[in-house]
C-alpha cells in the first residue's frame, strides 16, 4: 500500500485530504505542520510528502528539501494557494510537482495515482484492493 505523509496546518484542510486519500486506497498520516513530519520521515517510510508550502515553524520547500536528505526516495508533492509560492516552489524544489488551491478532491487523487501509475497497487490507473 502506497503511504503518504500529509503536512496541512489548516485543520480542516488535513482532515478533508486525509479522508479522501484513505477513501482512494492509501495509507495517510496528517500532521499539523512540518517540524512534525520530519521525526516520522526518520523513522518511517512514505512514498509521498503531500504538503502545504505556507507552515508555521517549517514551511512545506524546506520540509521537503529535509525529506530530500533524510528519505531521497520518497516523492514530493505541493498544495498551496499562492501563486508567488508556486513559483519559489518550482524553483526551489523542481523536482516536486505542485497542486494550485482550489482544487477538486478527484484531481488530486489523480495527480497521486499518476506519481505511482508503475506502481504495483495500481492497474489501468485504480487501485488494487
Same mark, same amino acid.
Given at each position: 500500500?502506497?503511504?503518504?505523509l500529509?503536512?496541512?496546518?489548516d ?6 485530504l486525509?479522508r ?18 520530519? #521525526? ?9 510528502? %503531500?504538503? =502545504?508550502? &505556507? @507552515? ?5 520547500? /524546506? ?15 505541493f ?7 508556486t ?6 524544489? #523542481? ?5 494550485s488551491?482550489?482544487?477538486? %478532491?478527484? =484531481?488530486? &487523487? @489523480? ?5 505511482? /501509475? ?7 490507473g485504480?487501485?488494487?484492493?
Amino acid at each position: 500500500m502506497i503511504r503518504i505523509l500529509l503536512a496541512e496546518d489548516d485543520e480542516a484542510m488535513r482532515l478533508y485530504l486525509a479522508r479522501a486519500l484513505e477513501n482512494a486506497g492509501f495509507d495517510v498520516i496528517a500532521v499539523d505542520r512540518g517540524t512534525a513530519a520530519v #521525526p516520522l520521515l526518520e523513522r518511517e517510510n512514505f512514498h509521498l510528502l %503531500l504538503s =502545504d508550502i &505556507v @507552515m508555521p515553524e517549517m514551511d512545506g520547500i /524546506e520540509l521537503a528539501q529535509r525529506c530530500a536528505e533524510i528519505s531521497p526516495a520518497t516523492k514530493v508533492m505541493f498544495i498551496t494557494g499562492f501563486a508567488a509560492v508556486t513559483l519559489k516552489a518550482n524553483r526551489e524544489a #523542481p523536482q516536486a510537482r505542485v497542486l494550485s488551491k482550489p482544487f477538486h %478532491l478527484k =484531481d488530486l &487523487v @489523480m495527480e497521486v495515482e499518476r506519481l505511482f /501509475e508503475d506502481h504495483p497497487m495500481f492497474g489501468n490507473g485504480r487501485p488494487h484492493n
